[in-house]
């Protein structure tokens, strides 16, 4: 891969690259059809990082389908679907930490979820050493960690975010869903209604933010099975609490249907 | 400098880098010249990285001559010098981290110091973009820490790791030896002949390491003024306690003369 990419940049080409763990839907192929707009190459990599599962079970319940995603990304136009079987090798000692930023939201419960994920994320820019890279603003924590690696490390890369795609009725699209259970797979829509219940009804001074968080809560947890992980709102990028200074919140929420786990967020200018 | 640096490997160039943190001795020179002469385009950093001092201390007396540094790396045919004024943005929070092999020797008693090494290594390599970069054997460790993190991030890059130079007397040639006192200048010497002691006397099996940095310990401590960090032997490049697999040695110490730390080390074929 790396190779390939060197004899791509010298050829003058742009590469632009989506990094996937895989099991596409329609977020991920909104992903690839950016990058096919705005790059000459685009570059998808199908890998389900190890590093970033703080959970076994999670791991291993992880939905695959190598065959169909690569049909897919064609589909879409990639020009190369990477699939490493394996990118750690015996005896893997470095690791990318990013403080604060992963501190909060998802990074609370998922303890070196982000390490994990920055590690990896380091390691496939090497391989791909992409000029573009197109992340989706579903994992909103995530493209902040990106963005401010890519800053403090000095990667010459430019961080493109894709809107959140969702189903009709609202639901965050995830390789997830499919795990929930129909009656889960019915009620789960109240999720991103709340996240949008908050955002119509914040005032200008975010004066009432505890109140509509508690009331998202509340009404999330009608639904059996639901466990609230965490509904919040933050500055955004910077991920802390919001200030006169802030440019934009981040209104973001992770709920547990069952056993699985879903995020979602909203992303307001202020 | 990242965009010369493209534009020089879009040329087809092959860039060889010395990052340094300045004030060259014969040491740096000897980098300089291997890099010249096994690449198309030597590129040598000029950075005293704070990040890595564990010590205000050390990091303000940290000697620097910007200037006298450039003619001579000019005269070693260097074709560019990065000088940078400072490479960390307010609010970094991205570190590059190695466990396991930055506990032991140095690590001991420089917390964070090789956090700090591998992320500004790690930032120049994203901006300097070298094929090949050249470390010095004289900070083993540190070489052992990059080519760790060389390889367990996939930077695309080949390290070359040049000998100790040395004083006639065979003190190690360091930017911290103009510290030293006169009387310290003098008797600095014995540190070298230790170690060589030690690699003159240790049985094949190594069962009498312990018994040989005990005496060259013992030696060292007779100079008044003397403090020892460490004297180690350790399998190389692994760091490990030496053992049947190790296919080479590390002999390496670290001692006080007076305020000034000296390191210096053996590296030997099992």
């Not at 603003?137 to 493209?143: F, H, P, S, T, Y």
Request: glycine content about 6%.
């Amino acid at each position: 891969m790396q190779a390939r990419s060197d004899t791509l940049r010298l050829a003058g080409k742009t590469l632009g690259f989506v990094p996937t763990m895989g099991f596409f839907h329609e977020g991920h192929l909104n992903l690839m059809r950016m990058a096919r707009a705005q790059t000459d190459i685009v570059i998808i990599s199908n890998y389900v990082n190890p590093a970033q599962f703080d959970r076994k079970d999670d791991l291993l319940s992880y939905p695959r389908d190598l065959e169909k995603d690569r049909l897919l990304a064609e589909k879409e136009g990639a020009d190369i679907c990477f699939q490493p079987d394996n990118l750690y090798e015996t005896n893997h000692l470095t690791w990318v930490e990013t403080e604060k930023i992963t501190n909060v939201l998802c990074g609370v419960t998922r303890p070196g979820h982000f390490r994990g994920v920055a590690t990896v994320v380091c390691k496939l820019f090497n391989i791909v050493r992409p000029h573009v890279a197109f992340f989706g603003q579903k994992d909103a924590q995530q493209a902040a960690v990106i963005g401010q690696m890519i800053r403090d490390l000095n990667f010459d890369i430019k961080l493109v975010i894709s809107p959140v795609i969702r189903e009709k009725d609202g639901l965050a699209m995830s390789s997830r869903n499919i795990r929930l259970t129909p009656e889960h797979r019915t009620s789960a829509p109240v999720f991103y209604e709340q996240l949008c219940m908050i955002e119509k009804n914040r005032l200008p001074d975010l004066s009432n933010t505890r109140e509509l968080t508690e009331r998202a809560r509340h009404e999330i947890l009608k639904i059996p099975g639901t466990k609230i992980d965490y509904i919040s709102i933050l500055s955004w990028p910077e991920l802390t609490e919001p200030d006169n200074d802030s440019k934009a919140l981040l209104i973001a929420g992770a709920v547990f249907f069952g056993n699985v786990r879903l995020i979602d967020n909203i992303i307001t200018v202020l």
